[in-house]
C-alpha cells in the first residue's frame, strides 16, 4: 500500500481532482450502513470551509481509498474542539491499515480534543479504541416529532 494523504480546508481550498461530488459519492458508497443521505454528506463538506476543520483524503494513484472529515466546533473548553464525523475506507482496502492511518493522520492535524459517535456494532468502534478514544459518557438525544 502506497498511501498519500492530502488535507482539504478553507485555506487549502477545493481540489478540482477530488470534487465534493467525488468525496460525497466515496463517503456514501464506503460508509454502507453506517452513513447518511448524500445531502448530508454534503453540508459536512460545506461547514468544513464555512466555519472550519478539514477533510482528509488517503490516495492511491490519485484514486480515493479512504476519507475523514472532521468539523471544528469551536467550543473549546467545554466540549471538544473537534467532531469526527466520517471516516471510510474502500472496501478493498479494509484489514490492511488504511483506517488507522487515516486515523492517526486525522488525529495530528486537530487542535485539541476530539469527539465522535459510533453506534454500538458498527466494527469501527474497535479501531477507535486502538488509537485511544474512551467512551467515558452516555450520549442522551431529544428528538423533535
Do not use: W
Request: proline share 3%; net charge negative; charged share 30%.
Amino acid at each position: 500500500m502506497n498511501l498519500k494523504f492530502k488535507t482539504l480546508n478553507s485555506i487549502t481550498g477545493k481540489d478540482q481532482l477530488h470534487s465534493d461530488d467525488k468525496i460525497v459519492d466515496f463517503l456514501h458508497e464506503h460508509l454502507e450502513e453506517y452513513g447518511d443521505p448524500k445531502a448530508d454528506i454534503q453540508r459536512c463538506l460545506d461547514y468544513v470551509f464555512d466555519r472550519g476543520g478539514f477533510i482528509l483524503l488517503g490516495l492511491e494513484d490519485k484514486e480515493i481509498k479512504g476519507a475523514v472529515i472532521i468539523n471544528e466546533t469551536g467550543m473549546g473548553g467545554y466540549i471538544p474542539e473537534n467532531i469526527l464525523v466520517y471516516i471510510a475506507v474502500h472496501h478493498d482496502q479494509r484489514g490492511k491499515g488504511v483506517g488507522k492511518e487515516l486515523m492517526k493522520n486525522a488525529l495530528k492535524l486537530c487542535k485539541g480534543d476530539v469527539a465522535l459517535h459510533v453506534e454500538a456494532d458498527n466494527p469501527a468502534k474497535f479501531l477507535y479504541e486502538k488509537v485511544g478514544f474512551t467512551n467515558p459518557y452516555l450520549e442522551m438525544r431529544y428528538k423533535r416529532k
